[in-house]
C-alpha cells in the first residue's frame, strides 16, 4: 500500500509541477494494474491527457472507468458558519446567498487582476472555448465557499474550508492572493492535506 502512495505523489510531482505528461501517464497505468478501483487514478489519468489536449484518450479514460464500474465522486466544498454547513459545487447556483456571493468575487477578482493574478485554465479540463474557462475556473466550488464565507463572518474570522477532492492550482494561488487582500487567515482540508493561507503565502510552500 505504501508503495503506490508514493507512486500517487509521484503522479502528482510529474503533472502539476514538471507538466511531465508521460511520466504521469506511465505511472498512472502502473497503479491502475494493480488497484483498478481507485477511481481518483482514474480522474488524474484522464486530466493528464485532457490538460495535454488529447481530448479522445480522457474520454476514453472516463469510458473505461465507467465499464468497470467504478464510481466518482463529484468534488464539493462546505464552510460552516453559525452552526449550519453550507456546501457547494463548481459553477453553483443554488445557494440562495448566490448573487451576494457572485458580487464578493467578482470584487476580490478585480483587486487580485491589480495584484498580477491571471487565471490558471489549464486547470479547466474540458473541451470548451479559452473565455469559457476563464469564467469556470472563476466559480470553482472553493472560490464560492471562500466568498461565501467572508460575506457572512465578521473581519479577521479565520476561514476554515473542506473539500473532499484535491484543490486544484489556480483555487490555491487565488486563495493566496485572497489571504492578503482581505487580511485573514484562511485554512483549507482538501483531501490531501492542510493548506493555512495567511498575508499571500500557503504552508505547503506551493507543494499541494
Not at 4 to 25: K, P, Q, S, T
Not at 64 to 88: A, M, S
Not at 160 to 178: A, E, M, P
Request: glycine letters at 6%; charged letters at 20%.
Amino acid at each position: 500500500m505504501l508503495v503506490w502512495l508514493i507512486f500517487l505523489a509521484v503522479l502528482g510531482i510529474c503533472v502539476r509541477i514538471h507538466g511531465n505528461m508521460d511520466m504521469g501517464e506511465y505511472v498512472a497505468k502502473q497503479v491502475l494494474e494493480v488497484d483498478p478501483e481507485n477511481a481518483g487514478v482514474y480522474v488524474l489519468l484522464s486530466n493528464i491527457y485532457a490538460a495535454a489536449g488529447k481530448w479522445d484518450l480522457s474520454e476514453n479514460v472516463q469510458q473505461l472507468r465507467k465499464e468497470r464500474g467504478v464510481k466518482k465522486h463529484p468534488g464539493r466544498t462546505w464552510i460552516e458558519v453559525n452552526n449550519e454547513v453550507h456546501y457547494f459545487v463548481v459553477n453553483d447556483q443554488a445557494h440562495p446567498q448566490m448573487i451576494e456571493i457572485h458580487a464578493e468575487l467578482k470584487r476580490l477578482l478585480g483587486q487580485m487582476h491589480v495584484m498580477g493574478y491571471v487565471p490558471d485554465t489549464k486547470f479547466v479540463l474540458c473541451d470548451v472555448e479559452e473565455e469559457d474557462k476563464v469564467f469556470h475556473s472563476c466559480h470553482h466550488s472553493e472560490k464560492l465557499a471562500i466568498a461565501f464565507g467572508l460575506i457572512s463572518t465578521p473581519p479577521g474570522t479565520l476561514l476554515r474550508i473542506f473539500k473532499n477532492l484535491q484543490v486544484c492550482g489556480d483555487c490555491h494561488t487565488s486563495t493566496k492572493f485572497i489571504s492578503k487582500i482581505v487580511g485573514r487567515a484562511i485554512l483549507v482540508r482538501d483531501a490531501n492535506r492542510f493548506h493555512h493561507f495567511e498575508d499571500g503565502v500557503c504552508s505547503c510552500m506551493d507543494y499541494w
